[in-house]
């Protein structure tokens, strides 16, 4: 016998806009939402995000985007309000804020009643980009990351780049990395729109082309088993540099370097020899850093890489860059690692 399951939610709205419209989030169930909001935002823009509900939140649980509150723990004071106030089986969480607060909303809305409708406002560059997109719900586990945690995307996802005027500068810096990454995957134009100073009328344009090339790998594997891994680009260095710097580093910065390094990577292995100057200038053009600056040893970085749990016997696959719009997976043994690595760090020195 075989049964084929029309698994739910089955596909996501995206709406990307400046400003955050009134009425923009109309919940299908129709019935009042549970919201879910990061309390420094709604410190600044409580007024504009009730207007934009519709209909108006039953319940509002705020949540301070901290790592360390990133757990099981928050899961379940989340749920118990869900509890308290009686949201249903075809009930609704909508989650506002940067990618913590939605990773978590999301995999208690994932939970909750074997899961509700679920709306996502992303109020981070990095959120608005990436996160906000692809179903990634989850809490950290032990001071490890995302180890608990589901697919579960989003219904709908309203963007709206006027969040970004009251982001600190150098969070919005984090998330032109991301987009950067997103550029050199699939989209080559989304470079031109990058920089220090982008003007708040092209944000839009920034954030719904990254989504729609994002939008396009998570389809082709929506649970993580092969192609979505490209959107690693950067990561794997990157963690090592962020880890390795005692997190002087910021996830967007190591994912800067981590991209840089990895186009050498790709260079010594018959890549185009100028992608990374071009990255060079682009993440310089930003405001990010390209060089490792006495913030990081390299010897930690290889030791970070070599005591990853990911390290088995027959390597660790890569993302590397060839081009743009030309990224590969590719696994690399243990000694091929450590010489190419080499040459990453040289990048970055
Ligand atoms: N942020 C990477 C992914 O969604 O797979």
Not at 80 to 97: I, N, P, Q, Y
Not at 186 to 206: F, Q, T
Not at 242 to 271: I, K, N, T
Request: glycine residues 10%; contains cysteine; charged residues 25%.
């Amino acid at each position: 016998m075989r049964f084929d399951w029309s698994v739910s939610p089955s596909s996501t709205e995206v709406k990307v806009n400046r400003i955050l419209d009134a009425d923009a989030v109309q919940l299908r169930s129709g019935s009042s939402p549970f919201l879910v909001v990061d309390s420094e935002v709604w410190r600044l823009w409580e007024s504009e995000i009730v207007r934009a509900i519709r209909p108006e939140p039953a319940e509002v649980f705020t949540v301070d985007a901290r790592e360390d509150l990133k757990t099981v723990r928050t899961v379940e004071s989340l749920c118990a309000a869900m509890f308290e106030s009686g949201t249903h089986r075809d009930g609704s969480l909508v989650a506002v804020g940067g990618g913590l607060t939605c990773d978590v909303a999301a995999f208690a809305a994932s939970i909750w009643l074997r899961g509700i409708e679920l709306v996502l406002v992303p109020t981070t560059l990095l959120a608005m980009v990436d996160a906000c997109l692809g179903g990634k719900t989850g809490v950290n586990l032990a001071g490890a990351k995302n180890q608990i945690g589901s697919f579960y995307p989003a219904g709908l996802v309203v963007v709206a780049t006027d969040f970004l005027r009251t982001l600190p500068r150098a969070e919005v810096l984090q998330g032109m990395a991301e987009a950067l990454k997103t550029s050199v995957l699939a989209d080559r134009d989304i470079a031109e729109l990058l920089g220090s100073d982008v003007g708040k009328d092209r944000l839009p344009e920034l954030v719904r082309r990254c989504l729609a090339a994002k939008g396009a790998i998570v389809a082709r594997d929506l649970r993580d088993l092969g192609g979505r891994r490209l959107l690693n680009l950067g990561h794997t260095l990157g963690h090592a540099l962020e880890s390795s710097s005692g997190f002087e580093y910021s996830h967007g910065q190591a994912v800067g370097l981590g991209m840089l390094g990895a186009a050498a990577m790709a260079a010594r292995r018959g890549g185009r020899p100028a992608l990374a100057g071009e990255l060079r200038g682009i993440l310089e053009s930003i405001g990010l850093p390209v060089r490792l600056e006495g913030k990081v040893d390299p010897a930690a970085v290889t030791s970070f890489l070599d005591h990853d749990k990911k390290t088995g016997g027959d390597g660790r696959t890569w993302v590397l860059p060839y081009d743009w719009e030309d990224c590969r997976l590719e696994n690399l043994s243990p000694r091929e690692e450590a010489a190419l690595l080499e040459v990453a760090l040289g990048e970055l020195r």
